[in-house]
């Protein structure tokens, strides 16, 4: 399958800092591929996901995004940790402000709201401010606006983090679903290992000072998958270990 995302050689350092985050990182993502990126603080995982989202510049290196051109779309949609919706807006409000500035009619926009507020289960709670929502709905509001711009590659940073357990799972599972609905491939940045192999196609490892990849391992498991399965829970040792 061919890379949607090439990673080349990348470095960043802090202003004024003499050690890289990380160095001559090297790193692809095919197309459709969920792949999760995991590694202790400080390694630099959510530096690297900025860096891919043109938030951060790398200090050396290359980043190359291998999409098509489609009107009314964006090669990228970002997801963070805190939903970071806008107080003032209502929730489909909240979802039309990613879609400014792109080539739609009114139509098409409404369209493409009701679109994802259905993939993420959220149509009844459109007309709902963000302090009506829960913190598992406020995460999922964020993936619907990511979503609603139609991204070939999907970046997310620790968006289940701030969340309880047992949302956690739902929400997992609700992304997995999405996912393959969707056919975007998926860069996900976690802390949480058992999180990373239940979910991803590939789970990689930033480790070392400045951080380099360390591990990069395929988990060719079918799904759906067992949290507990014995195979799983051996892949999450084998990766812990590589920490």
């Known amino acids: 399958m061919a890379s949607i995302l090439t990673i080349d050689r990348l470095s960043y350092h802090y202003r004024n800092s003499e050690h890289p985050v990380f160095e001559a990182l090297d790193l692809t993502i095919a197309s459709g591929e969920f792949v999760a990126v995991v ?3 400080g390694v630099g995982k959510s530096t690297l996901l900025r860096c891919v989202a043109g938030l951060a510049n790398p200090s050396a290196g290359r980043i190359r995004l291998d999409v098509p051109s489609k009107p009314g ?24 402000y990613g879609l400014q500035g792109l080539a739609l009619s009114v139509e098409e926009k409404a369209a493409r709201i009701d679109e994802v507020l259905g993939l993420t289960l959220l149509s009844p709670l459109a007309e709902r401010w963000p302090h009506q929502l829960s913190g598992g709905q406020v995460q999922r509001a964020g993936i ?40 975007a491939a998926v860069m996900f940045i976690t802390h949480d290992i058992e999180e990373a192999v239940y979910l991803a196609d590939r789970v990689i490892v930033l480790a070392g000072s400045p951080g380099h990849v360390r591990f990069d391992r395929c988990i060719e498991l079918p799904r759906p998958r067992g949290r507990n399965a014995e195979d799983l829970q051996h892949i999450a040792h084998e990766i812990a270990g590589a920490l």
Do not use: Y
């Not at 779309?73 to 039309?96: E, H, K, T, Y």
């Not at 711009?149 to 997995?176: C, G, K, N, W, Y």
């Open 144 to 183: 619907a606006r990511a979503l609603a711009v139609h991204p070939d590659l999907l970046l997310m940073d620790e968006p289940f983090s701030a969340v309880d357990a047992i949302t956690r799972q739902h929400l997992q599972d609700e992304l997995l679903n999405i996912w393959q609905k969707t056919g």
């Open 39 to 41: 590694g202790g603080s």
């Open 73 to 96: 779309s964006r090669p990228r949609g970002i997801v963070f940790q805190d939903g970071r919706l806008l107080p003032w807006r209502r929730l489909r409000g909240n979802i039309a």
